[in-house]
């Protein structure tokens, strides 16, 4: 079964400081991996995606991601943090083995980002 | 501007009451989804739909329905079987063979 796991409920880091948002996955076939971020009450935002090529991955506002097939990671990063990067940050994963290629993304439970000033 | 469009934001249930949200997206994509987010759970499908006339159970169907009439509608009835429908309710879509997912800006169902 495929499924993503953030181990972290919350992440704090000082601006200007590199931030890392950690995420693993199980899938089985190759996968397709997304990051979104979201602000309170608001829909989700596509930040970035692996679907094959290079390992790192660059994406909006500054982010990247690193994709790592033999841990199965795909960890979040930013060189330096901004107050403005506080925000609820999900990785996903589409499974490009289901016969049926639904689209169907499944979400880690979500990570809170804290930037201090 | 293309994009999904939810509405209401808010929305108030009494107990009983069966209630709409409403999704509608001018992007052209084939597949939508409902996704519902209640805190520390992540977001979890609801049911989800690739062509017009025809959608699918996701994870947690039970007390929802849908229908998709028109490729740029999917609207979420919840009904009065859903025992704990307090969440936020998210709308998305998809191309067909695409990749990520757009989202609507999410409606806050409440049980008064």
């Known amino acids: 079964a495929q499924s993503v796991a953030q181990p972290e409920d919350q992440v704090n880091v000082a601006e200007g400081n590199p931030l890392t948002v950690k995420c693993t996955y199980s899938?089985?076939?190759?996968?397709?991996l997304f990051w979104y971020v979201q602000y309170p009450n608001r829909g989700l935002q596509f930040l970035l995606k692996y679907i094959t090529g290079d390992n790192l991955v660059k994406g909006s506002y500054g982010f990247e991601a690193e994709f790592n097939k033999s841990q199965t990671s795909f960890h979040l990063k930013k060189p330096s943090a901004l107050v403005s990067d506080s925000a609820l940050y999900f990785c996903?994963?589409?499974?490009?083995?289901?016969?049926?290629?639904?689209?169907?993304?499944?979400f880690g439970q979500g990570t809170t980002l804290q930037v201090k000033p | 501007d293309g994009g999904i469009t939810q509405s209401p934001k808010y929305l108030f249930r009494k107990e009983g009451q069966n209630v709409t949200l409403s999704c509608e997206q001018n992007?052209?994509?084939?597949?939508m989804y409902w996704y519902r987010q209640d805190p520390g759970q992540g977001l979890r499908l609801i049911y989800y739909?690739?062509?017009?006339?025809?959608?699918q159970k996701g994870d947690i169907a039970e007390g929802y329905s849908v229908s998709r009439e028109k490729k740029e509608s999917f609207p979420l009835t919840v009904t009065s079987a859903q025992k704990n429908p307090t969440a936020f309710y998210l709308c998305a879509s998809t191309m067909r063979w695409g990749t990520e997912a757009f989202f609507g800006q999410g409606t806050r169902l409440t049980v008064v």
């Open positions: 899938v089985s076939g190759n996968p397709y």
């Open positions: 992007l052209n994509h084939d597949a």
């Open positions: 996903a994963v589409r499974d490009d083995a289901s016969s049926s290629n639904t689209g169907k993304l499944i």
């Open positions: 739909s690739q062509i017009v006339n025809d959608f």
